[in-house]
């Protein structure tokens, strides 16, 4: 994905955002990309407001962090956004290459037996493979913003010289995935909430200076995160499992349906007091007691977006799109 675009008309038509880059202080080189070119942008909305973060082009460890202009029509660049220290990098691919020697020996030791050297080769591999650094995580609390890099968690506040590092680290696996295998972050003010890609959930009441571990409290065991919200003081835990709910943090259920069963959910959206949920199987919302009720059938693909705007859905899924419908006609 290249670039940002906006509807004012609920998707029927698109015109893309500009970048103001005349606020950007760019090295100057003959193979730089245009300043105004966004790669793999993650957005997210906090407070109302519209904010992006997109790798710097023109600039090593570094990236840019963006928000919607009052007029809705411009990309604006925050200032001071500090590079990440460069041994990060360093230090995550050497980890990486640990892993990836200590698993061919692990997966295959008859093998590694007959060829002593294939552990070197894998360890080479990962470190030629070393994924692009787009974004994984991302959320923002007022001026405070929390990113991933290198499978670390950062924290910046504007007018901050560096970023911080929270000391929350994912380098016990290898990556397999670059674009979805990243922290799953939800921020309310000092509250953050983090999922690990090995399946822990963390929390952290005083943005990020300490952590606890809350997997041991939670209902039901799975192997992934989807998604992660709070909405008011209630957090919202979509996995490959089920979602799992929260108003204190300690004590976890289950959200279910009337029969009983858990649903997979992919994506969450909250609406007013309305929680939203979509999935392979259709979109649901939460009733009265809390169940999963069905409002419209089965997703064509799997959701990897999901927003509600004015009574409109919108959906949008890996290969087959995006969609959207009214929920005024589904609910008469």
Do not use: C
């Not at 995935?177 to 983090?194: L, M, Q, R, W």
């Amino acid at each position: 994905m290249t670039g940002v675009s906006k509807s004012i008309d609920g998707g029927n038509s698109w015109q893309t955002l500009s970048l103001n880059a005349g606020e950007l202080t760019l090295k100057p080189a003959e193979d730089e990309a245009p300043p105004n070119l966004l790669i793999a942008p993650k957005l997210l909305i906090s407070n109302g407001v519209l904010y992006g973060i997109t790798p710097d082009l023109g600039e090593k460890d570094k990236w840019r962090i963006l928000r919607l202009s009052a007029g809705g029509n411009v990309l604006v660049p925050i200032q001071g956004v500090p590079a990440f220290p460069e041994d990060i990098a360093i230090e995550t691919q050497e980890n990486e290459s640990r892993i990836a020697s200590k698993q061919a020996i692990t997966d295959d030791s008859a093998k590694d037996r007959e060829k002593p050297d294939d552990s070197i080769d894998i360890a080479q591999q990962t470190d030629e493979n070393q994924r692009d650094p787009y974004p994984d995580g991302f959320a923002v609390s007022g001026d405070t913003f929390y990113v991933e890099y290198q499978q670390r968690l950062f924290r910046w506040t504007r007018g901050d010289p560096k970023w911080t590092d929270t000391g929350l680290r994912d380098v016990t696996q290898p990556l397999d995935n670059p674009f979805d295998s990243g922290f799953k972050i939800a921020v309310s003010e000092e509250t953050v909430y983090v999922g690990k890609r090995d399946g822990h959930l963390l929390r952290s009441p005083d943005g990020g200076n300490t952590w606890k571990d809350l997997t041991p409290n939670l209902p039901f065991r799975f192997d992934r995160f989807n998604q992660i919200v709070i909405a008011d003081s209630t957090v919202y835990v979509a996995t490959d499992a089920g979602v799992l709910t929260s108003a204190d943090g300690e004590h976890w259920r289950a959200i279910t349906d009337k029969e009983g069963a858990h649903g997979i959910i992919d994506r969450i959206a909250v609406a007013d007091a309305a929680i939203y949920g979509a999935g392979d199987e259709g979109v649901y919302q939460l009733d009265n007691r809390s169940r999963w009720e069905q409002i419209l059938p089965e997703v064509p693909d799997r959701v990897i977006s999901f927003v509600i705007n004015n009574d409109q859905l919108y959906i949008a899924t890996e290969q087959r799109g995006m969609f959207h419908i009214s929920l005024e006609n589904e609910n008469d």
